[in-house]
């Protein structure tokens, strides 16, 4: 698979190769919308190159955000939603980092860079890279164990996920996966990992489950067309799927390891959050513009926030219980109260 973000249309620089021309083949909005009017209550923040994923830290009650066209990690305080620092990841000026992880053993950030095949580890006392870990070709998605204390990186170019120990910063093992692993999730509930497999290389379209106890796939569950990020609900042990080019969100449930609902009316859906305060699920809808909200009670969307130009990513911050939310092609971040 080679996603070459330099197609895009929306300009994600982060020569990515996996062939996603989305402004030809995929459709994806080749303009440059108008400014629109914010969600109402949010918070927009500047200063952002290329957001496009998130982490949150809740040792320091910080938000990492990835800047794909800068090779660059901002750090936003929650306590003042400001920028107050910017890191560089990777060792030239195409790393594109593209996904990131809080290791909450360590109290440090786990940064994929997927132009240069690294893992960048990012010290949250220093706010300093501390060690760069070679992985495979083209590494997106990242996702911290807290079970075993380990990182899971996904090779979106060579279908496998590494896993690293926290305490060595070395791969341990090398697991084969479906076409393109995307987005990686942790289901605290039964120790296991969800990866996305976005398909680009005419497979995929699943999510595959791996055991952390033998680092082996389980399941592989289909779902819609391109998922891509993807997360964990801990009220209801389900796993929430954005389905980018069916235009759907696929719900998982962790106990069957089966779609048990499949929610449509979304428009690109990107950035899945799980919100524990409200139950609620946030959706970003990279095509219209919008951000959807789900209740996990229903599965049902219950309302739906405009105004955001590019929306590709989000995380809830259980501090304060807000929404952060990527405006890729914009280069903001908003925050809204969950």
């Not at 010290?123 to 996702?143: E, L």
């Not at 779902?223 to 389905?243: L, M």
Request: net charge negative; hydrophobic share 40%; proline share 4%.
């Amino acid at each position: 698979m080679k996603i070459n973000l330099k197609n895009v249309s929306f300009s994600l620089l982060i020569v990515l190769t996996l062939t996603l021309s989305l402004s030809g083949a995929y459709g994806w909005p080749s303009r440059h919308v108008p400014a629109l009017p914010s969600p109402l209550g949010a918070i927009s923040i500047s200063g952002f190159n290329g957001p496009w994923a998130f982490a949150f830290d809740p040792n320091k009650g910080e938000v990492f955000v990835a800047n794909t066209n800068g090779n660059t990690v901002s750090v936003l305080s929650d306590a003042t939603d400001t920028i107050i620092a910017t890191i560089t990841v990777g060792t030239t000026s195409s790393s594109y980092p593209s996904g990131l992880a809080f290791d909450s053993h360590l109290n440090e950030i786990f940064v994929t860079n997927y132009g240069e095949n690294t893992v960048s580890v990012i010290s949250d006392a220093t706010n300093k890279v501390v060690k760069t870990i070679t992985v495979g070709s083209g590494p997106f998605g990242v996702a911290f164990d807290s079970h075993l204390n380990e990182i899971f990186v996904g090779n979106a170019n060579t279908n496998t996920v590494m896993v690293i120990s926290d305490s060595t910063n070395k791969v341990i093992k090398t697991i084969t996966v479906d076409d393109s692993p995307t987005g990686i999730v942790f289901d605290s509930h039964n120790s296991e990992v969800y990866v996305t497999n976005s398909g680009y290389s005419g497979g995929g379209n699943t999510v595959s489950v791996i055991s952390d106890a033998t680092n082996k796939v389980i399941a592989d569950i289909t779902v819609g067309y391109s998922p891509f990020w993807i997360d964990f609900d801990s009220h209801n042990n389900e796993v929430y799927v954005g389905n980018m080019y069916s235009a759907t969100i696929s719900v998982i449930s962790d106990a069957t390891n089966t779609v048990i609902k499949t929610i449509v009316g979304q428009s690109g859906p990107m950035g899945v959050a799980f919100d524990p305060h409200s139950k609620e699920v946030y959706v970003t809808n990279c095509y219209s513009y919008t951000v959807s909200v789900v209740s996990d009670s229903t599965n049902t969307i219950t309302k739906t926030l405009k105004g955001i130009e590019n929306p590709v990513a989000d995380v809830f911050d259980p501090h304060t219980n807000q929404i952060f939310i990527a405006d890729y092609e914009g280069s903001m971040v908003f925050v809204i109260h969950g």
